[in-house]
């Protein structure tokens, strides 16, 4: 790691020296150090190392904030624990902030004053990132983004290969040489965004998307320019570079014009666009913008597609993604679509807002530098996985449809793992 300078230590300390930010300073100063959040990290409940309690990362920050910013820390640091910026610091932050937390937000929701850990996480994080400090993989994915429009860096000559590939599976799997995925059509209802792994790795979530649309006579489309639901500057924390993937997004509906904007399956893609886009970009979106789930959901209760539950008779689970439940208020619409598509649906213990992460949120799934802790912390998800005794995991994000596969490999669950659009698919008649 590079050491610290005077510039840096700037950069990191005007992040915490805000005026507008009101809500971090009373956060930093809210936590009473009851260690009720202990209990609801995976961090912390796999490792038993007390270095991850969620409370001991808020105090990290707050020990900066005291140390400058208050009399006191100024004046008598080692009374009020206050520390320094200096390189034993921002190693530690660089280890407990981005390679100790998901960004979940369980704590959040067990605190027993309210105090938002995430929220302080991502300051401290954004602290590291105006310094310089982003771990080396998770910067590479978010530079992709920046240079190429997709985080995987895929061209637009193999984007348009792979679409026109998934299109010829369509057609012959409704039996309809009409069968289309339309790309950069103006006008349309529709302008639907995937994460950039379902081109480069799991194409077939691609067609299964089109056949509802198909089975639902939707006006959609796709763009080659801006396809990516994806944001991971909002796990590196780097407002600036929020901004620019954010505002891509919204000149891409502009120049659609297209009147709704659908969200594909990515919890962050989903919270980063619709709740964190506008304060990126400073202004509110002109036109709807909605998950896919949510969209499902609707074709399912307007009649526009009616699937057979008794295609799949296999035991189905979910997994709540964090930043579509928690996150984002998504629960009750996958529990819909699963109920109208499955014959038999056990719920995992707990789910819902109260769910536990799969263990690859919070950019844990492109920090490789932190690979054997975030298979470690996955302990929690197998545990509850084989007590539904599913043969079907689903889960509407692809970065759980990633971390799912990985542990199901590494824990030998022998389950299958498969997106809700893909449940939805497999359900509708051919």
Same mark, same amino acid.
């Given at each position: !790691?590079e050491?610290?300078?005077?510039i ?5 300390l005007d ?16 936590c009473?150090?009851?260690g009720l959040c202990?209990?609801t990290c995976?961090y912390?409940?796999t490792?038993?190392d007390?270095?991850?309690i969620?409370a001991?990362?808020?105090?990290l920050?707050?020990?900066?904030y005291r140390?400058y ?5 100024r004046?008598f ?6 520390r320094? %910026?200096d390189?034993?610091t ?6 407990l902030l ?6 979940c937000?369980r704590?959040v929701q ?8 995430e929220?302080?996480v991502?300051?401290g994080?954004?602290?590291? +990132? ?5 771990p080396?993989?998770l910067q ?11 985080n &995987? ?5 193999d ?5 026109e590939? &998934?299109?010829?599976e369509?057609?012959d ?5 009409e069968? =289309?995925i #339309?790309l950069?059509e103006?006008?349309k209802?529709v302008?639907?965004t995937l994460?950039?792994?379902? #081109?480069k790795?799991?194409?077939?979530s691609?067609?299964a998307?089109a056949?509802?649309?198909y089975a639902a006579k939707?006006s959609w489309?796709?763009s ?6 994806t944001?991971y500057a ?6 600036g570079?929020?901004k620019k993937i954010?505002q ?6 502009h120049?659609m014009?297209?009147?709704r904007l659908?969200?594909?399956?990515c919890?962050?893609?989903v919270?980063s ?5 506008s304060?990126y ?8 913008a909605?998950?896919?789930v949510?969209?499902?959901a609707e074709y ?5 597609i009616k699937?057979?539950k008794?295609r799949i008779?296999d ?5 709540d993604?964090c930043?579509?439940t =928690?996150?984002?208020g998504?629960i ?5 679509? %699963? ?12 789910h ?5 992460c799969c263990?690859g949120?919070?950019g844990?799934l +492109? !920090?490789?530098e932190y ?6 912390? +996955?302990e ?6 084989r ?8 889960t ?10 990985q542990?199901?490999?590494t824990?030998n669950l022998?389950v299958?793992i498969?997106?809700l ?10």
């Amino acid at each position: !790691m590079e050491k610290t300078d005077d510039i840096k230590i700037k950069r990191g300390l005007d992040v915490l020296n805000s005026h507008k930010d009101s809500k971090l300073i009373s956060h930093l100063n809210s936590c009473v150090h009851c260690g009720l959040c202990a209990k609801t990290c995976l961090y912390y409940l796999t490792t038993k190392d007390e270095r991850f309690i969620p409370a001991r990362k808020v105090e990290l920050v707050s020990s900066i904030y005291r140390r400058y910013f208050t009399f006191t820390g100024r004046t008598f640091p080692g009374l009020v624990k206050a520390r320094e %910026l200096d390189d034993k610091t921002v190693e530690e932050m660089v280890d407990l902030l981005y390679g100790a937390c998901v960004m979940c937000g369980r704590c959040v929701q067990h605190c027993s004053i309210g105090v938002d850990i995430e929220y302080v996480v991502r300051k401290g994080r954004e602290m590291l +990132a105006e310094m310089g400090y982003v771990p080396g993989s998770l910067q590479s994915t978010v530079k992709a983004a920046l240079e190429t429009g997709n985080n &995987m860096g895929i061209s637009y000559e193999d984007f348009v290969d792979t679409v026109e590939w &998934m299109e010829e599976e369509l057609q012959d799997e409704c039996n309809d040489t009409e069968a =289309r995925i #339309p790309l950069n059509e103006h006008g349309k209802n529709v302008l639907y965004t995937l994460n950039p792994r379902e #081109p480069k790795f799991f194409p077939l979530s691609i067609s299964a998307m089109a056949k509802v649309f198909y089975a639902a006579k939707e006006s959609w489309t796709l763009s080659t320019n801006m396809y990516d639901v994806t944001n991971y500057a909002y796990f590196s924390s780097h407002p600036g570079e929020a901004k620019k993937i954010a505002q891509r997004m919204y000149d891409e509906m502009h120049k659609m014009k297209a009147k709704r904007l659908v969200l594909g399956e990515c919890g962050h893609g989903v919270r980063s666009n619709r709740w964190e886009a506008s304060n990126y970009i400073e202004k509110e979106f002109p036109f709807e913008a909605i998950t896919s789930v949510e969209l499902m959901a609707e074709y399912i209760r307007d009649g526009r597609i009616k699937p057979d539950k008794e295609r799949i008779k296999d035991t189905v689970t979910l997994h709540d993604p964090c930043n579509l439940t =928690r996150g984002s208020g998504v629960i009750k619409e996958q529990r819909y679509i %699963l109920k109208n598509c499955v014959n038999d649906l056990v719920e995992m213990t707990p789910h819902g807002t109260d769910n536990f992460c799969c263990g690859g949120g919070g950019g844990q799934l +492109a !920090m490789s530098e932190y690979n054997d802790r975030r298979l470690k912390i +996955a302990e929690l998800k197998i545990g509850q996985i084989r007590k539904t005794g599913a043969v079907i995991v689903a889960t509407p994000c692809h970065n759980c449809i990633d971390q799912l596969i990985q542990i199901n490999v590494t824990y030998n669950l022998n389950v299958q793992i498969k997106t809700l659009a893909e449940i939805v698919a497999d359900s509708l008649p051919v």
